[in-house]
């Protein structure tokens, strides 16, 4: 049934069209404004805000699609769902109107008790919308700290963060563990960032992304004619690090020869180029980091003993994101609003039901895979509140690590069976977690009371 006082912006040229629509979602208890064009539908947008619009596409003066950049524009509009309708069907209009942000896209004629359904849905959307907006609010006001681009306040991450603190102004080398994607290279960023060599060069080698001979020539240089084809001399990337950080990334990659090479650039900060017999001394700053087990690889005697207590000054361990589930919901709110912008959509929010399902997931691929599925969802959802069917992706995943399997394949269940199995086995371990405190398990949870109340009921969790 229709709320209070929600009110529909009906906006056509064909005036017996306008007036059916008026009439039957009038009968509904939807209070009905008309507008016969853009401009003047502009002007009644100007004197408030209604729950929902719908537009025509094509109409003299000014267009659907004008409209929907207007509201897309003003920010106290942009929430509004849109439904397009048009008699003009056509690939490039659809996508336009989506790509705009319209919620819907229907043809002429069209079904009245369809029309309904998809009015009930849009102004759903739109009930979502304010509550995701207090409950962004909610989290945004949390203690969320962070160094640049690093977030979290899992009690691993301050762990990180203090040791970068205590690192960044001296010179020491520090090697950087952590599974791929966790945000190794951030970690070395942040180093960088909070010394007295923030001014100077930010240098990054992928070790594994070069042949040896291709990677010699990279860090160290060459002269010319060193090599067939070494026309000119090239200025290696431990001379452009000069004053600055250089930061080879996945070091547990290096040949033995290159090895050898690198633990006397440790050992004195000079290197020849290629070809060249003149001894360059350097002053650069060196991190590293790795995916791989290094002591196991050291005693598998593939990675050089020596260099590997060279590198191993000081260790910093980026944990992965199963392991700081407190960090999830903010770095899903930090990517929500980036790709938003960058996608030129209001960041509007995920519902509660989708938070539970982010904090359910193992994320084999870290941080970098939470990435990935926020901006999908994004343009999936196109400046609507993302919910659990934008994450379709999750729904066949195991549960948190160290929660223990579900029973059964859930690639067998259907998709909200799937995603209510996850929510329930989140909660437990929440409520097992929290000693069967609701309020200390909803805070871990980053609910609220209210919700884990109707979740416990819902998925028949004993007090």
């Known amino acids: 049934m229709p709320a209070m006082g929600q009110t529909i912006l009906i906006i056509d040229d064909e005036v017996n069209l306008r007036k059916t629509l008026a009439e039957i979602l009038g009968g509904k208890g939807y209070q009905i404004l008309e507008a016969g064009d853009g401009l003047e539908a502009i002007d009644l947008l100007g004197r408030g ?23 897309r524009k003003e920010q106290r509009l ?24 319209a919620y819907d896209f229907v043809m002429k004629p069209f079904d009245l008790e369809e029309i309904s359904l998809t009015v009930e849905r849009a102004l759903a959307h739109s009930s979502l919308n304010r509550e995701v907006v207090d409950l962004r609010a909610r989290i945004e006001r949390q203690n969320t700290l962070g160094t640049g681009r690093l977030i979290g306040s899992s009690a691993r991450m301050l762990d990180a963060f203090k040791m970068i603190g ?5 010179d020491t080398t520090v090697l950087i563990c952590g599974e791929s994607g966790t945000g190794k290279e951030l970690v070395a960023e942040a180093i960088h960032n909070y010394s007295r060599r923030k001014d100077n060069a930010f240098v990054v080698v992928n070790c594994a ?9 990279e860090l160290f240089g060459y002269e010319r004619g060193a090599f067939t084809g070494a026309a000119a001399r090239k200025i290696g990337r431990f001379e452009l690090a000069e004053g600055g950080t250089i930061f080879l990334d996945e070091i547990g990659e290096l040949s033995q020869n290159i090895q050898a090479k690198l633990l006397r650039v440790l050992q004195d900060h000079s290197f020849e180029r290629l070809g060249g017999g003149e001894t360059i001394s350097g002053d650069f700053r ?36 199963r392991e700081r589930r407190a960090d999830i919901v903010p770095m899903a709110e930090h990517f929500l609003r980036l790709y938003s912008e ?30 990935n599925m926020v901006e999908r969802a994004v343009l999936m959802a196109r400046g609507r509140v993302i919910l659990p069917v934008h994450f379709p992706q999750m729904a ?24 209510g199995e996850l929510e329930k086995k989140l909660i437990e371990n929440a409520l097992r977690l929290a000693a069967g405190n609701k309020t200390e398990a909803a805070n871990k949870l980053q609910i609220n009371r209210r919700l884990l109340y109707q979740k416990m009921m819902e998925h028949q969790i004993k007090e």
Not at 348 to 363: H, I, K, N, R, T
């Open 286 to 321: 060196v991190l590293a980091a790795t995916n791989r087990d290094l002591d196991a690889t050291v005693r598998e005697k593939l990675f050089r003993e020596d260099l590997f207590y060279r590198l191993n000054v000081v260790r910093i361990t980026v944990p992965p994101l």
């Open 342 to 371: 960058n996608s030129g959509l209001p960041a509007v929010g995920f519902s509660e039901e989708a938070m539970l399902l982010l904090q359910a997931y193992s994320y084999p691929g870290n941080v970098r895979e939470l990435e």
């Open 49 to 71: 805000i209604p729950d929902l619009v719908f537009t025509d596409w094509r109409m003299p003066k000014l267009g659907g699609e004008d409209v929907l950049r207007h509201i």
């Open 396 to 419: 066949a995943s195991s549960p948190a690590a160290g929660a223990g399997p579900l029973e059964g394949d859930l690639l067998s269940l259907p998709f909200h069976k799937a995603v």
């Open 209 to 217: 992304a070069l042949p040896e001979n291709l990677l010699e020539s």
């Open 78 to 101: 942009s929430a509004i769902p849109v439904i397009v309708i048009t008699a003009f069907g056509s690939s490039h209009n659809a996508i336009e109107a989506v790509r705009l942000g």
């Open 166 to 170: 205590k690192v960044a102004e001296t």
